[in-house]
Structures are given as structure tokens and as C-alpha cells.
Nanobody, 123 residues
Framework: VQLQASGGGLVQAGGSLRLSCAAS????????IGWFRQAPGKERWFVAT????????YYADSVKGRFAISRDNAENTVYLQMNSLKPEDTAVYYC?????????????????WGQGTLVTVSS
């Protein structure tokens, strides 16, 4: 499966962006999807994940209440709505998939990764 993340850009603090993760293939509904981010010089960190049915979600504490993950299995796409953005949200955002019903924040559990989309939040 191939994943393509899009929707990044430059936004002022307090603003919003919606990221999309589009997947190829016919097995999208069998995959849970995660979003991760990596700031310059830092490790890759978990942001959010959604189960393959969409009924379970899990967020990093740093984004809880500001970000919302959702999916449209008919469109093979997962979304990450990001509101009240802060300069510390600046990073390259990656989506990744795993063939499992459950959700996890462990990046090692994800089999395929998209190329990333850059989000820059100015103060």
C-alpha cells in the first residue's frame, strides 16, 4: 500500500489546517492509521491514530482537544484536523498504516509510511 500525506503549509498561531492521508489499494479498511510528526533535529513523535473502523481514536496529550483524526473508508483517506495551532506544532507530519484492528502509538508497529507534509506555525 502507498500513502500520500498532503495539506501542510504555513499558518499563524491559533490557526487551523487539515491534513489528508490518501491510500492506494483495496485494503484501506483493514488498516489502522497513525499520524506522527518530526521537528528539525528531533525524534519522530506520535500525534494521533484511528482504528480501521474509525470507532477508536487515541491522541498524544500535547494535541488532545485541539486535533481530531477521522477517516472516510469510501475515499481511502484519513484526515487530521488541527486547530489552535502553536509554534511547537511545527514539524513534518507523516501518516503510517498497520494491518490491525487496534490502535497504538508505537511507531515500530506501523508497516508503511507516507512521504510527509510540512506544517509551519508562525508566532
Amino acid at each position: 500500500v502507498q500513502l500520500q500525506a498532503s495539506g501542510g503549509g504555513l499558518v499563524q498561531a491559533g490557526g487551523s489546517l487539515r491534513l489528508s492521508c490518501a491510500a492506494s489499494g483495496r485494503t484501506f479498511s483493514l488498516m489502522s492509521i497513525g499520524w506522527f510528526r518530526q521537528a528539525p533535529g528531533k525524534e519522530r513523535w506520535f500525534v494521533a491514530t484511528i482504528s480501521r473502523s474509525g470507532d477508536s481514536t487515541y491522541y498524544a496529550d500535547s494535541v488532545k482537544g485541539r486535533f481530531a483524526i477521522s477517516r472516510d473508508n469510501a475515499e481511502n483517506t484519513v484526515y487530521l484536523q488541527m486547530n489552535s495551532l502553536k509554534p511547537e506544532d511545527t514539524a513534518v507530519y507523516y501518516c503510517a498504516c498497520r494491518y490491525s484492528a487496534g490502535v497504538t502509538r508505537d511507531w515500530r508497529a506501523y508497516a508503511s509510511w507516507g512521504q510527509g507534509t510540512l506544517v509551519t506555525v508562525s508566532s
